[in-house]
């Protein structure tokens, strides 16, 4: 049995969630998100949380089970919560700022890198080196983080570049001297 799998989903305050054959929807304060899940696993539930169990014992479906349990997971805490990465820049030159919602970066290219956020992410610039992506989908906003990083990642040898915040970024020597 997955041990994920089988700890119950806790439904907080003010989040509704909707379950329709294997499409569930869950509402909170700060949005809606809805997602289809796979057929070989059940989901009912039961007062104030969501109980996921197998419909089979398939080697599908126990692979499966965990996973559907933290998606649901995921909704609940992104609609009631919502998600957020921090990345910092870091560069002599290189800068952030955003010009209506879109994020535009000098990052040493002969041309600014332009970012359009996705449906329901929105980034914030703070000192012209920290953006934060926020929404409520956690994937969504992991894959933008990672796109935004993607656009200049840290280099080894002077560290110049795009990080998570905190990231540690290891260190190469450079050349030696005679």
């Known amino acids: 049995m997955s041990r994920i799998g089988k700890q119950p989903v806790p439904v907080p305050q003010g989040v509704t969630v909707t379950i329709e054959g294997q499409q569930v929807t869950v509402k ?5 998100l809805s997602r289809e899940l796979p057929s070989e696993i059940a989901f009912v ?3 104030e949380e969501i109980v996921v ?3 089979n014992e398939s080697r599908n479906a126990k692979q499966r089970h965990g996973l559907v349990r933290t998606l649901i997971s995921n909704m609940v805490e992104g609609v009631s919560k919502g998600y957020e990465k921090k990345l910092e820049i ?3 030159g290189y800068r952030a700022s955003l010009q209506g919602q879109k994020l535009v970066m000098a990052l040493g290219y002969s ?4 970012f359009e956020p996705p449906p ?3 980034f914030a610039v703070e000192k012209n080196t920290s953006v934060t992506v926020t929404g409520i989908d956690k994937e969504i906003v992991g894959n933008t983080a990672a796109r935004v990083r993607a656009a200049r990642p ?6 110049k570049g795009v990080r998570y915040l905190g990231e540690q970024v290891r260190r190469k020597a450079g050349k030696a001297g005679k």
């Open 111 to 114: 041309h600014p890198v332009e």
């Open 90 to 92: 870091q560069g002599v």
């Open 45 to 47: 539930q039961e007062g």
């Open 120 to 122: 329901g992410i929105q």
């Open 53 to 55: 169990t197998r419909r």
């Open 154 to 159: 840290p280099e080894p040898y002077k560290g």
């Open 28 to 32: 909170g304060s700060k949005g809606q």
